[in-house]
């Protein structure tokens, strides 16, 4: 079953941030505080946002593209596609919502947590940040780290 949530970002209307449900439910999801808190983001890194979709699926789904798209045989929590043009911020994110809770487990920390974190680690690749090095990765989470601070004033 796909379930999808549009919400058009003020005060420009013409800016959104899709939410796409593929075979699961998130409970007590609020794509209004989402929306919100990732479009200050956006600005806050001098960029307009254009179009997010983001896809929440299953880890199977999730498997699946990664072996499609990039070769890859093994689980992951997110793949982030980006359709940049200059500064306007726009990419499709592919979240496993299975993978979210499980991680949220076992790092001993809430789903919502996890959650939000995945969801901003792939804006900032968006946003031309990358995690491939021990520095990158280092300097990735302290960005998720600081966008998870700014995620209060929102709350």
Not at 107 to 126: P, Q
């Amino acid at each position: 079953m796909v379930r999808k949530l549009v919400l058009p970002l003020y005060p420009k209307m013409d800016n959104e941030i899709l939410y796409n449900f593929i075979d699961i439910e998130i409970p007590d999801f609020n794509p209004e505080f989402f929306s919100l808190w990732i479009n200050q983001v956006v600005v806050d890194n001098d960029f307009q946002l254009g179009e997010l979709s983001y896809v929440f699926c299953t880890d199977n789904y999730l498997l699946e593209m990664n072996k499609e798209h990039l070769n890859h045989d093994y689980y992951t929590d997110i793949i982030t596609f980006n359709y940049n043009v200059d500064f306007s911020l726009s990419g499709d994110l592919f979240i496993s919502y299975d993978r979210i809770v499980d991680n949220a487990k076992e790092l001993g920390v809430s789903v919502f947590d996890e959650l939000s974190r995945v969801m901003i680690h792939g804006v900032l690749h968006l946003l031309g940040n990358n995690d491939k090095s021990d520095e990158e990765q280092i300097r990735m989470t302290r960005l998720e780290n600081e966008c998870l601070d700014k995620r209060k004033s929102f709350t």
